[in-house]
């Protein structure tokens, strides 16, 4: 028997055209540092079909690449729509990596056109004379640059365009943006979403058991729109309805403040430096009763913060475990509806449950699937609909296993629950004596501590046990010591984890996506510019 189902492509020209025809007057904001200046989805929608028709006229066609290298916004969602509707491939250059790292994912993806941030002028003008393949500068804001390559100024251009009336049909399966990784490890690798995948993600996170995005929600987007779709969020909101205030570079505290002050957003998605920045500022004018919830990812959320939330502002904390590799929706904490209470926060530390449509296995180094009793470890494998099948240009052939699973990278255990706990990367692990120690367990543990303001956890060879745990700590105050730390891990883990090594410092460095830059701290440590004390031993 044939389906008799009609066959409409999944593509982001329908996600434009369902936010433009049913919620014309939804509207999306970007705050300058004081204030937000809302524009409609209907005026968003036709400055993206005038984007199509000058990209157009500028000799993009289906299939070439436009860069966007801007913070989050409206510009930047206008690009969001209108490059993959008319059939380009969107990709949005993550402005934090060096300026080499730069020009080699613009000319890895073959980027023609560059739509640039006015006020990242300083970060791009040393790219300029590395780019291969870009012959337009789109310009958003005033500002001039010294090169060969054609510059434009983004709204006379513009202005200078109807809207594109016709949009080319579209196949599902086509390119829609590419992501790369943050590079941290070699060169950064390209992530090619699908318009089918990108749809079917936007589906997923308006979800009851996901995020739940509707059309009551004002989404404050602080997921940066250059790493991994801002979390899919831009899509998932835009398909809802839902209101927007996109922070632009004020991801400052009390910028942040601001925009929650006046604009009383109901939900937002962060990474855990940026929710313990608002935890530790002075909150005394701080009301965060308009959220219904705050996700966090990117790293693992320390118990800690989650019930600092929560008794200090009333609000739940949804951790999520993703990466570019999955669009990036993968796993959230949502507590079962059998354990609540006291206990909630267990089940919101844990890095989550798969979402409907992403599998989950655990395996050994054999790639044997190891029990999910909520203690072996091994390396965590996934498949679903928007999971990667590998990276642009063949890159890293071995990223999925002989069966079809992507090789995560991340270490961790799978409960009778299928609640996933992350406990190490597999480059992070710390191998003592032939036991391995979890880095982010320590973590956050230590996180608890009320003089810790953050903590870092690596490996450091050891002439004994091959390897041991170096904590790193930016204490609240100068007079905490290791042996205070020591003393508070000491009935919590297991006496071989109790580390030796301390080192203390007024700030970690983080990577392009606000993660623990772990790489930096390893080669700190090796260099010897880690001042390195011993405590225990």
């Known amino acids: 028997m044939d389906a008799t189902m009609m066959h409409r492509p999944m593509t982001v020209q329908m996600i434009m055209e369902h936010g433009r025809n049913v919620f014309p007057q ?71 990596l060096s300026a080499e790292h730069i020009a080699y994912i613009i000319n890895h993806a073959h980027d023609k ?104 929600d004002q989404i404050l987007l602080l997921p940066a729109m250059f790493h991994a779709n801002a979390w899919g969020l831009p899509y998932s909101g835009w398909l809802s309805g839902s209101d927007f205030t996109l922070p632009g570079p004020h991801l400052q505290p009390i910028g942040i403040k601001r925009m929650i002050a006046s604009e009383r957003p109901t939900i937002t998605a962060t990474v855990p430096t940026i929710l313990g920045d608002l935890l530790h500022a002075d909150a005394a004018d ?28 009333g609000v ?13 929706l993968c796993a959230l904490s949502h507590p079962p509806r059998d354990f609540e209470g006291a206990q909630e926060t267990i089940w919101r530390a844990k890095s989550g449950r798969p979402v409907p449509g992403v599998e989950v296995r655990v395996v050994n180094e054999e790639g044997e ?39 995560t990278g991340d270490v961790g255990h799978i409960d009778d629950r299928c609640y996933v706990q992350l406990t190490d990367r597999t480059k992070d692990v710390i191998k003592s004596g ?33 390897e041991r745990p170096l904590v790193i700590v930016v204490p609240e105050d100068d007079a905490l010591a290791a042996e205070e730390l020591r003393d508070y891990l000491r009935d919590k883990v297991a006496r071989f984890w109790l580390p030796e090594y301390w080192s203390f410092a007024t700030e970690i460095p983080k990577t392009s996506v606000g993660k623990l830059d772990k790489k930096r701290l390893r080669d700190i440590n090796q260099a010897g510019a880690m001042t390195v004390e011993v405590a225990g031993r």
């Open 286 to 313: 701080l009301d965060m009763s308009c959220f219904r919830m705050l996700v966090c990812g990117g790293s693992a959320v320390p118990p800690a913060m989650i019930d600092a939330a929560r008794e200090r502002w």
């Open 434 to 466: 032939g036991e391995w120690i979890s880095s982010v367990d320590l973590e956050n543990i230590l996180a608890g501590h009320p003089r810790v303001r953050e903590v870092a956890v690596i490996a450091t060879p050891d002439e004994r046990w091959q």
């Open 369 to 407: 699937c190891l029990p999910h009793d909520g203690e072996t470890v091994g390396e965590l494998q996934l498949r679903g609909p928007w999971i990667t099948a590998g990276y642009h240009k063949g890159e890293s052939a071995d990223a999925l296993t002989d069966d079809g699973w992507l090789r």
């Open 113 to 216: 056109v560059v739509l640039l941030d006015a006020s990242l002028l300083a970060i791009f003008e040393p790219v300029l004379p590395l780019l291969e393949s870009v012959e337009h500068i789109v310009l958003i804001g005033d500002g001039s640059l010294n090169t060969s390559i054609n510059i434009y100024d983004y709204r006379t251009l513009l202005a200078e365009h109807a809207p594109l009336e016709q949009w080319p049909e579209l196949d599902e399966t086509a390119a829609a943006a590419v992501c790369y990784t943050s590079g941290t490890t070699g060169n950064p690798k390209g992530v090619v979403y699908s318009h089918r995948t990108t749809f079917v993600h936007s589906l997923a996170s308006r979800a009851a058991d996901t995020f739940g995005i509707c059309e009551r």
């Open 316 to 328: 739940p904390v949804l951790q999520g475990w993703g990466m570019t590799e999955t669009s990036p």
């Open 26 to 96: 939804s509207k999306i904001g970007t705050f300058d540092g004081e204030s937000v200046t809302y524009t409609t989805y209907l005026e968003i929608a036709e400055n993206a079909a005038r984007l199509a028709a000058a990209l157009g006229s500028l000799g993009i066609v289906p299939g070439d690449r436009v860069a966007t290298f801007s913070w989050n916004n409206t510009a930047h969602m206008e690009a969001y729509l209108g490059i993959p509707s008319m059939g380009a491939i969107m990709h949005t250059v993550n402005i934090r």
